[in-house]
């Protein structure tokens, strides 16, 4: 898990770094955790997805997310609080299929 929030930091710093102007952009990242299927598709032009009810909220999780920050469901925050993370209380959320959950923002990492 630790790893996911380093790899995440990496591609950001990666990211910033090499494209120019970013002044007006703005990211917002949804994440979730639990068993994924995972598998290639197409056959004249195959690539690798993921499916899964995690894929999903972490998809609905960036949808209705905030510019500029990482929105997590309770389940979520409840794992990545152990390490060390910080988060405050967004509200409720409505997640299609799911209904409304709780969403939280992250406020800090654990070297901040």
């Known amino acids: ?3 996911l929030w380093m790899a995440l930091k990496d591609w950001s710093l990666i990211f910033f770094e090499r494209l120019p102007n970013l002044d007006a952009f703005v990211m917002r990242i ?5 068993p994924i299927i995972a598998g290639v598709i197409g056959a004249k032009k195959p690539h ?3 499916w899964g009810n995690t894929v999903n909220v972490a998809s ?3 949808t209705t997310g905030m510019g500029g920050r ?3 469901v309770k389940e979520t925050m409840d794992v990545l609080t152990l390490f060390g993370f910080t988060f405050e209380f967004r509200g409720k959320v409505f ?8 969403a939280y923002l992250l406020l800090n990492s654990p070297d901040d």
């Open 95 to 102: 997640v299609k299929g799911k209904g409304d959950m709780d």
């Open 30 to 34: 949804g994440l979730h955790h639990g």
């Open 70 to 72: 990482l929105q997590v």
């Open 48 to 50: 690798y997805d993921i």
């Open 1 to 3: 898990r630790f790893c």
């Open 60 to 62: 609905r999780m960036e």
